[in-house]
């Protein structure tokens, strides 16, 4: 069986963990908004996602991630572009931050659930885009090609959260080892994502 998009849920998680599932997805998926977002904002979403982990560690932030949220209210988003272009993934980038806000103001697992689905879109478009941009041609009943390198690490890592989480899981320590992982992540993305958009720029 496959890994597809139904392969991790948050169904599982608590309040508080749907916190952590946030910030980390927010985490993988910032390298977007890093590298093609205005460089001038590379300060202010390093201290975004700090907030984001303060959330996660249980400290009391709601006042700032409502400030923060409401500042985002101003942004573009991502349908204001088409996917071919830059500015699709950075503002896709900045949705999945902006629910991980929500998310700490307000548990909501549907939230979190968008946020999987749309770094996962994102990274099966890099897959594409890196594998030489050749459509997968499937037959009326037949099951869908297996995700992408990429894709599949998100999937992976949602499940690390997932795991790090669950009842009777050593708890000690897990939310340094998540953020750990998410931020390892989102560096390693790094050279995919410039690679497929100088290509672009070329």
Known sequence: M?????????SDLSWPDL?????????R????????????D???LDSVLELLW????????????????????????????DSS???????????????ALSVALRPDRERVECSFLALRELLSILDF??????????????PPPPPGPLESGEIKAELLVREELSPGADRTD??????????RFSVELGEPIGYCFDEEES
């Open 29 to 40: 998926g910032s390298t977007f908004y890093r590298i093609l977002g205005p460089q001038e």
């Open 174 to 183: 897990a939310v340094s080892r998540i953020r750990n992982e998410s931020v």
């Open 54 to 81: 303060s959330v996660a560690d249980g400290q009391d932030v709601g006042d700032e991630c409502a400030q923060v949220l409401e500042e985002l209210g101003e942004e573009s988003q991502a349908d204001d572009y």
């Open 85 to 99: 272009h830059s500015e699709f993934f950075a503002a896709r980038s900045l949705e999945v931050i902006g629910n």
């Open 19 to 27: 916190k952590v599932a946030a910030a980390a997805v927010a985490q």
């Open 42 to 44: 590379r300060e202010w």
């Open 2 to 10: 496959h890994e597809n998009s139904h392969a991790v849920g948050s």
């Open 129 to 142: 885009r890196l594998g030489g941009s050749v459509p997968v041609i499937t037959r009326y009943g037949d």
